[in-house]
């Protein structure tokens, strides 16, 4: 597939084709048969001078005539066209996002065969229509060029390609000399579990072993020990009024975050000013996670001292509660007041209480579970109905292996989906005992560092291609069909393994054997647990179109609380004495690493440090009273060039290993801690993952439960070693922190002090930009009179005016569609899917690190990431940014050759066609959200030479830049212009989709209805934030949306009439509870 | 005749010279030989116009990403050079036109160099709106031409498309001005000449014969040319400065531009026509011509320009202050103290300080000060244009997309390749026409030559002289 429009063979005609013989005879003759005409006259050689100089002029004409034609690719209509498929009209299907325990119910649009988006599916109680960032990015991994195209043997290091047939032959052999273990994550499918079964059961003493690289295993064992039910709860975060979460990033990357950041912004959202009410949310972490960075409190504590800090809180509760106290390591004295205070709110809103918890220790989960107990949360707030089953691995058994193959006890191992020479902390043991197993065989689609020790490659489908089904949570399952034929000969995993249990259930001459396989056990199971379809095809039919199927929830089971909690305090993590301790955590973007390879993921900046392409060390930063922010400790002087573009390096020793790793500044980091994420550092993987950031693996540790530990102890940090570049896309940090300044008295905003190279900065240029409104609920009443007070401060600076333009606007827009969006701040977690969404979408290029370090980035819908508050503790509030579709727009005006212009419904519309490339508009654009092609990023360029591919798919390797690969262009929806290096380029509010839904009410002969539209954007947003209409519609959201008081436009006092409205962000803290 | 000019008037042409020996001084040097310095400089001149051109051609191929310009900061060395050469092309045409109007004789030494360096600056200039599009094989979209793509027409609201007509404009004009002058001074050299370059300098002085109709056409058309030209003067930068001033970017969006960026295009343009002027005279011999008589006059110039634009920058921080508006206010606070605060030293330094030494008529008289002071205005006001477009653009509304730029090797080699351009053909112009208009210093040299001014006055000696020698073209009737 690497090659670019190049036909390999060409043939003429049918005739050439089925290799016709009076055609073959013709085409070696190299003159056809004399034409009549000329052979009345008979052949005449000779020609006059005149004859030469028409025929001169007559071939310069046609050559200059022909050469003026662009050559044009033909498509071949359907002879008989498949009755799905229409050209130019999408197609949804229904299926599931499963990669491990991350789940999503989602419709794959599909154009002419081939998938190109992914939707949320509403119909899922579970999701309700929300997706995250990797959802979105999921569909161009099924295009990635280093899928494995067959399957593949490795004869001493070298990689040959082989047939299914010949791999099934060696293999049956080779799995009957002993027991076999099969390598997993959570598998969520039930039929897949079930063919496993089959396939265990055929070889004595296999199982399999399952385990998580980001775990929960110590909260499935504690709650089996407290329950005795080895699950996740059903967490009801939309009944919580208080929330506390001890590191765990529900938000962003634990167990379910889709379904948690919508229960979460059902409780944060504000509708009506006047009945606001909100939940309160305390985040107990050292380094800021997305939910920590959307938390109203963060409570710092150590890495180590979390344990400490969960048995504070139990502790507090139990006392004032009247229950018995455990003994445990103490937690500092700030955390501990802050908790003691925290306890009494938990008391207060008994029942109405939720505490969650990341770690990964029994202890630890014990105590929580406790708590919990304790607050009435069972059944109120969080509940064993429908219990989760997305995380489902339990860390020792994997270790367990490692001693296992060790012995030599194990005859083969299957690899499925798992990556354990990569992301397990002693990888390195699993690698050495791995070798010794005799026959290793890979089910994995992509390169990884398992599959490269492997012996055999056995590449499933890509879940687009594949039949599935999935059980995110008990009674909850979702179907995975296929969207498209395999594109390569893979065979899914779960047909390779009933082929190798020689199953009776399974027909392997059949066209889809799996299918058949999943149909029946549906049959046999699903269908015979429900009473609303009285034929299985109905049912299926049903089941198939929705893509879901959830049975009704069955009685509350009853679990007796078993916890001890005093052995459970004992096993508490004893906090540390290093003096500085480092955390590690999942990204929303590459996860355990499982995502590295998806170059859309690796681009999308991470939401709390903006950056790109890598993992870089989170260091801590004080304001030194004076000037400036630096590094704390041993991080002084670290990246103070930042605003420059410029990053350093430092070498920092873990666990005895030394690994250099690039800093970034970050406010509410802990002082005596850092924070790297996990899952960078891939060394065997798809280009975009290769060596990408630093592998963190290594540095953690395992606890005596066999439970990996996800943070460690620093031994020693370098001091600067080397700049490097600094590839974020945000470098300012705040609207405003403040804190204590020397020559200020009381708080002052310590922020904008540092902001001027020589100099102090001046109070206001930072917290009173119109950009953020922001307050605290209890000073809502105050702040909507401000608001009001300011917005018609603003509406009468815009009312003067030479022009009678305001009726101008208004009668301009007062008929037909003005198309306007709404986002509500308090919704918006900063996950990042409407990003990636805007990507795929709007075949938005993906531009590479070095690139983005030039400030380069393409994306059109970027969510800007300010900082407020106290300046070591600070909040956060993500503001989405977007072409705001000015009516007034100051980029329409200045364009010389007017490529972006206004339209009737309000659009601020780009003519690609037209546009030079002055980049006026975006020099004139308040927003800054503009995007410039300022290379050849799509290769859609008249000069295949200066094609730039993202590194590191650097055109110089010989390689073919990432979008001249003709796989990688499937991806691109056909609806949306590919830009050409030199033009302007910006959301267009889905311009596209706008049009699809106008045509589609023509067709149906009426009026656009209200949802018929909706942004990319919109659709990706788990929380429900963004909303898209016509607000015009009195009936639409957006209208409704659009009354909240508490909205305002960005930069309003310039008057350039934005068709986007922001809510307020608010916050619920009291100041009591840290004071 | 010497009776109308004071006598404490110091003589515009020194060292006795008469008409012949005018002819001598100033055509001599295009029918030498050229000597060693003229070839050193030329190969250099050419070289770097190559850097130039390969940084351009590197462009081209690979895109505007070659630069360093990013998603905030969309202008920088482009249009930072673009402003800096177009507002060193702003002297020729005043010292041409205004002070022709203003009747002020001092011009004639110097104009016609300054009028040659406006054009070339202007060519300069227009290269890089030209070539800092993106798609620049569609640049021509720019002009209301009628077309075949419907009613699609150009954005007459768009300051670039002023631009465009008021550079063009200017550069015609401008080259219809310089060409006009040098007529009569060519038809001089067809005179002189034999074979080859007397047939080709009759084809450029179009059939000049002196009679007192061409004369008498001669000065018309240039009045004519210098009415045009004298609106220009101020329009061209007015409109320049619209590229800022009517966007919405604080720090851009000023009215008190139009006036600030003429003043200083007169700034940097007549500093720019020191440094050449300095050089050319002392490379030529022309000391007698281009006397500190002209360089004083000019210093006075660059003394009154650049004292208006330093209150210009101190009206601007004021304003800033006095608006209350806290973007106006960071912008500028930004501007003076933020991260480009460097370049802000450098313009404050260089435009308002530097110049004030011109106080002392000692120091303005003074060739060596003269040139220093003339390259730290050229700094100077470079640095001004990058304080305005960089700076501003590094850090306007939202502080999500500050940023910070420097430039490519690519920028600069485009930068240096103007400096190429300028000098290539420049000294090509000193080698092929005069550098000093012959006809025009002949014209004045009775009331402003040194033989009959002043101290030295010896009219009779010199006017005998005079009529017995050198009547060749030189047909006055004034």
Redesign the interface.
């Known amino acids: 597939m690497k090659n670019q429009n190049k036909n390999t063979e060409v043939w003429v005609g049918v005739e050439h084709l089925e290799q016709d013989p009076i055609f073959l005879e013709s085409i070696n003759r190299e003159f056809n048969d004399t034409p009549a005409l000329l052979q009345a006259d008979g052949l005449k050689l000779g020609a006059s001078r005149r004859d030469f100089l028409k025929y001169l002029g007559f071939s310069v004409g046609a050559a200059t005539i022909a050469s003026c034609d662009i050559p044009v690719k033909k498509a071949l209509p359907y002879v008989v066209k498949p009755d799905e498929i229409v050209p130019g009209v999408a197609t949804y299907y229904a299926s599931s996002y499963v990669k491990g325990g991350d789940y999503c119910a989602v419709l794959v649009k599909t154009r002419e065969g081939r998938p190109i988006k992914i939707e949320g599916n509403a119909m899922s109680s579970l999701t309700q229509g929300g997706t995250s960032a990797r959802v979105q990015a999921a569909v161009l991994s099924l295009y990635d060029t280093n899928r494995y195209q067959s399957p593949m043997k490795n004869d001493g290091g070298k990689w040959s390609k082989m047939s299914w047939e010949d791999l099934d032959k060696e293999i049956g052999g080779k799995l009957a000399a002993g027991s076999v273990k099969v390598i997993t994550n959570t598998i969520l499918s039930p039929t897949a579990k079930k063919a496993l079964g089959e396939f265990l059961a055929k070889y004595p003493g296999s199982s399999v072993v399952t385990y998580d690289a980001v775990s929960s295993s110590a909260q499935l064992q504690a709650n089996e020990n407290c329950f005795g039910k080895k699950a996740i709860p059903n967490y009801m975060f939309d009944k919580a009024s208080m929330i506390v979460s001890f590191g765990a990033d529900f938000l962003g990357t634990w167990i379910s975050p889709v379904e948690y950041a919508r229960q979460y912004a059902v409780t944060r959202r504000i509708e009506e000013a006047s009945k606001a009410s909100m939940s309160r949310h305390i985040q107990v972490e050292s380094s800021m996670t997305l939910t920590g960075s959307n938390a109203d409190h963060r409570v710092l504590v150590r890495p180590s001292e979390m344990g400490a800090a969960v048995a504070t809180l139990y502790n507090a509760i139990a006392s004032k509660t009247g229950e018995a106290t455990v003994s445990a390591p103490k937690v500092n004295e700030k955390a501990a007041a802050a908790l003691a205070k925290v306890a009494d709110q938990l008391i207060a809103n008994k029942g109405k209480s939720l505490v969650v918890c990341g770690t990964n220790n029994i202890g630890e989960q014990t105590l929580v579970n406790g708590i919990n107990n304790m607050l009435d949360s069972w059944g109120n707030t969080m509940t064993f109905a429908n219990a989760s089953l997305q995380r489902q691995g339990v860390d020792s058994e994997i270790q367990g292996l490692i001693r296992e193959m060790n012995a030599g006890s194990v005859g083969s191992v299957i690899v499925w989906g798992a990556n354990p020479a990569f992301d397990l902390p002693n990888s390195d043991k699993f690698a050495e005992a791995f070798a010794k197993v005799k026959t290793k065989v890979s089910f994995n689609g992509t390169p990884d560092e398992t599959t490269a020790l492997c012996d055999y490659i056995a590449p499933t489908h890509h879940w687009l291609e594949s039949w599935g089904d999935a059980e995110p949570k008990e009674g909850i399952y979702s179907l995975i069909q296929p969207t498209i034929a395999p594109i390569f000969k893979t065979r899914q995993a779960e047909e390779s393994l009933l082929r190798w249990a020689g199953s009776q259930n399974i027909n392997p001459s059949a066209e889809q054997p799996y299918y058949e396989y999943l149909n029946a056990n549906w049959q046999s199971t699903m269908f015979t647990s429900q009473n609303s379809f009285a034929t299985f095809e109905a049912f299926w039919d049903n089941a198939l179109h929705d893509g879901i199927f959830e049975k009704p929830v069955a009685a509350f089971p009853e679990f007796g609380w078993n916890g001890d909690v005093n052995a459970a305090a004992a096993k508490v993590t004893k906090p540390g004495s290093g003096e500085i301790e480092i955390s590690f955590f999942e990204t929303v973007n590459v996860g355990a690493g499982q995502y590295a390879d998806n170059p859309w993921l690796q681009e999308m900046p991470d939401p709390i440090t903006r950056c790109v392409w890598g993992n870089y060390l989170q260091i801590p930063i004080e304001f030194d009273g004076n000037k400036s922010f630096d590094g704390v400790g041993k991080f002084a002087g670290l990246n103070n060039k930042e605003?420059?573009?410029e990053a350093d390096q430092i070498e920092i020793t873990v666990a005895g290993k030394k690994q250099l790793v690039t800093c970034v500044r970050q406010f509410g980091q802990k002082k005596d801690t850092v924070g790297l994420a996990l899952g960078y550092g891939r060394k065997v993987s798809g280009a975009a993952g290769r060596n990408i950031g630093v592998n963190v693996y290594p540095w953690m540790s395992i606890d005596a439960d066999g439970n990996t530990q996800y943070f460690a102890t620093v031994d020693t940090v370098s001091g600067y070693i080397a700049t490097t570049e600094y590839a974020s896309v945000?470098?300012?940090h705040?609207?405003g922190v403040t804190g204590k300044a020397k020559g200020y008295e009381g708080e002052v905003n310590v922020d904008e002090i540092a902001?001027?190279?020589?100099?102090k900065?001046?109070q206001?240029?930072?917290v009173?930009?119109s950009?953020i409104n922001r307050t605290n609920l209890n000073e809502l009443p105050t702040f909507l009179k401000e608001l009001e007070e300011k917005r018609a401060e603003f509406e009468h600076l815009n009312q003067q005016t030479l022009y009678p333009y305001d009726q101008f606007v208004a009668e301009k827009y007062s008929q037909g569609h003005h198309w306007g969006m709404h986002i509500d701040l308090n919704s918006c977690t900063g996950c990042g899917a409407c990003q990636v969404a805007c990507l795929a979408e709007n075949n938005v290029p993906v531009v590479g690190k070095f690139?983005v370090y030039?400030?380069?980035?393409m994306t059109w819908l970027?969510i800007?990431?300010?900082f407020f508050g106290d300046y070591e503790n600070p909040n956060v509030v993500y503001?989405p940014?977007m072409c705001q579709h000015c009516d007034n727009a100051?980029c329409e005006?200045?364009?010389?050759?007017?490529a972006t212009n206004h339209s009737s419904e309000g659009l601020n519309q780009m003519a690609y066609n037209?546009?030079?490339?002055?980049?006026?508009c975006?020099?004139?654009c308040?927003?800054?959200v503009?995007?410039?092609?300022?290379?050849?990023y799509t290769t859609a360029?008249l000069?295949p030479?200066?094609e730039?591919g993202p590194e590191p798919f650097v055109p110089y390797d010989g390689e073919v830049p990432f979008y001249a690969d003709n796989l990688t262009r499937m991806v691109l929806n056909p609806d949306v212009t590919v830009r050409?290096?030199?033009?302007?380029e910006k959301c267009s509010f889905c311009v596209q989709r706008i049009q699809e839904g106008k045509l589609t009410a023509k067709k149906e002969g009426r009026a656009l209805r209200d949802g018929d539209v909706k942004s990319a954007c919109m659709t990706a947003c788990p929380t429900g934030a963004i909303v898209f209409g016509d607000t015009n519609n009195e009936e639409s959201e957006i209208a409704k949306r659009y009354k909240n008081e508490l909205n305002y436009i960005?930069?309003e006092e310039?008057n350039?009439r934005p068709s986007v409205q922001y809510t307020t962000r608010v916050t619920n803290r009291d100041e009591a509870l840290l004071s | 005749m010497s009776a109308a000019v004071s006598r404490i008037r110091e003589p515009l042409i020194q060292g006795h010279k008469n008409y012949h020996q005018i002819t001598e001084d100033l055509i001599g040097p295009t029918e030498k030989a050229p000597n060693r310095m003229w070839i050193i400089a030329f190969t250099i001149s050419v070289i770097t116009l190559g850097y130039g051109l390969f940084a351009l051609c590197w462009t081209f191929w690979f895109g505007i990403g070659a630069w360093n310009a990013n998603r905030t900061i969309g202008w920088a060395y482009d249009i930072t050079n673009f402003v800096w050469w177009i507002g060193i092309g702003h002297a020729g045409t005043l010292i041409s036109a205004i002070l022709l109007l203003f009747r002020q004789r001092w011009r004639t030494g110097v104009n016609r160099a300054a009028e040659a360096m406006t054009i070339f600056a202007v060519m300069c200039a227009g290269l890089f709106p030209a070539t800092h599009t993106g798609r620049p094989w569609f640049d021509f979209f720019m002009f209301p031409y009628p077309n075949t793509r419907g009613p699609l027409w150009v954005n007459f609201n768009s300051p670039l498309l002023w631009d465009l007509f008021a550079i063009s404009t200017y550069f015609t004009v401008s080259l219809l001005f310089w060409y006009t002058g040098l007529v009569p001074d060519l038809a001089t050299v067809r005179d002189r000449a034999k074979g080859v370059r007397k047939k080709m300098y009759a084809f450029m002085s179009m059939g000049w014969t002196g009679k007192a109709k061409h004369w008498q056409r001669h000065e018309y058309l240039s009045l004519i040319l210098a009415g045009i030209s004298t609106p220009l003067v101020l329009s061209v930068h007015t409109i320049v400065s619209f590229d800022f001033a009517t966007s919405v970017i604080p720090g851009w969006h000023t009215t008190i531009f139009p006036p600030y960026f003429v003043a200083g295009a007169i700034f940097s343009g007549f500093a720019m026509v020191q440094t050449l002027m300095v050089i050319t005279r002392k490379c030529f011999g022309l000391e007698g011509y281009i006397t500190t008589n002209h360089i004083e006059s000019m210093n006075k110039v660059i003394l009154v320009t650049g004292t208006m634009v330093g209150s210009a920058y101190l009206i601007e921080l004021f304003i800033s202050w006095y608006s209350g508006y806290i973007y106006e206010q960071f912008a500028f606070y930004n501007r003076v103290l933020g991260p480009y605060y460097w370049s802000y030293i450098g313009m404050m330094g260089c435009n308002l300080i530097a110049p004030q030494v011109f106080w002392s008529k000692k120091i303005r008289k003074n060739v060596w000060w003269t040139f220093f002071i003339s390259i730290f205005v050229n700094i100077g006001m470079w640095f001004e244009r990058f304080v305005i477009i960089a700076t501003t653009l590094a850090r306007d509304f939202l502080p999500s997309s500050w940023s910070y730029y420097w430039p490519s090797w690519v920028e600069i080699g485009i930068y240096l390749g103007t400096f190429g351009l300028f000098f290539t053909l420049y000294l090509v112009f000193a080698r092929v026409a005069p550098v000093v208009a012959t006809a025009e210093v002949k014209a004045i040299l009775k009331q402003y030559g040194d033989q009959y001014l002043g101290p030295n006055a010896q009219p009779h000696h010199h006017h005998h002289h005079d009529e017995t020698e050198d009547v060749e073209h030189d047909g006055h009737h004034h």
């Open positions: 605003g420059y573009k945000q470098y300012h705040t609207m902001l001027m190279r020589v100099g900065g001046f206001g240029s930072l009173e930009r950009v690139e030039r400030h380069h980035e970027r800007d990431r300010y503001q940014m100051p005006n200045v364009c010389p050759v007017s037209r546009c030079i490339g002055t980049r006026y975006a020099n004139n308040p927003y800054k503009r995007r410039f092609n300022w290379m050849d360029d000069f030479v200066n730039h050409v290096r030199g033009v302007m960005v930069l310039i350039v």
